[in-house]
């Protein structure tokens, strides 16, 4: 009897693992659509719990409650902000007057789509450019998100080595745009 406990205790950190990788899973479909050595897509697919009009709200008006401080350069995402005005900016503020222009607001369609236009951070060195769509529609008793980021350019080594860690940063990101939209907490 003893020795079972112990195999349980041992397997549990694994099962807990296991676990919260099949929830999120759950909470958003995330992948690279496509990959070459000039570019990818990827694109990342959330139910939220809200009406559209609720979800775009907070997308544009709070993104420094929900994204991830940890993939801004001030490390301090309340120093996002998206200007929703024709050429709007997602910027960033850095200090000494400093800022970082993440994209161009291009379209903008309140409460069902936006698109905009750059490299998101870590990119915009490597002279790639890029168009990310977010259309919300209503499903299933809340709303579903759509994001599409198509991103394009040169690297030596393929602008397809940066795919993988770009799905996972966009796709926590609109993660913590559900989790705060139904919480008000971007982490649970």
Do not use: Y
């Given at each position: 009897m003893g020795d079972?406990?112990?195999?349980?205790?041992?397997?549990?950190?694994?099962?807990?693992?296991?676990?919260?990788?099949?929830?999120?899973?759950?909470?958003?479909?995330?992948?690279?659509?496509?990959?070459?050595?000039?570019?990818?897509?990827?694109?990342?697919?959330?139910?939220?719990?809200?009406?559209?009009?609720?979800?775009?709200?907070?997308?544009?008006?709070?993104?420094?409650?929900?994204?991830?401080?940890?993939?801004?350069?001030?490390?301090?995402?309340?120093?996002?902000?998206?200007?929703?005005?024709?050429?709007?900016?997602?910027?960033?503020?850095?200090?000494?007057?400093?800022?970082?222009?993440?994209?161009?607001?291009?379209?903008?369609i309140p409460g069902k789509y936006v698109v905009f236009s750059g490299a998101m951070g870590p990119l915009q060195p490597l002279a790639a450019v890029g168009t990310m769509q977010i259309q919300l529609t209503a499903a299933e008793g809340g709303t579903k998100l759509e994001m599409t980021y198509a991103v394009s350019g040169y690297l030596a080594k393929g602008l397809n080595t940066w795919a993988p860690a770009v799905d996972m940063v966009t796709g926590e990101q609109f993660v913590r745009l559900k989790n705060f939209v139904e919480t008000g907490k971007a982490k649970e």
């Open positions: 079972e406990v112990d195999r349980r205790r041992r397997h549990a950190p694994a099962a807990a693992v296991k676990a919260v990788l099949f929830l999120a899973a759950l909470l958003a479909r995330a992948e690279v659509v496509d990959s070459a050595a000039s570019g990818f897509t990827v694109k990342t697919v959330v139910q939220i719990n809200a009406p559209p009009e609720e979800v775009f709200h907070k997308l544009i008006q709070n993104i420094g409650d929900w994204w991830n401080p940890e993939h801004t350069f001030s490390h301090d995402a309340h120093n996002l902000r998206i200007e929703p005005r024709p050429g709007g900016c997602l910027c960033e503020k850095m200090p000494n007057l400093g800022f970082v222009r993440h994209f161009e607001l291009i379209n903008f």
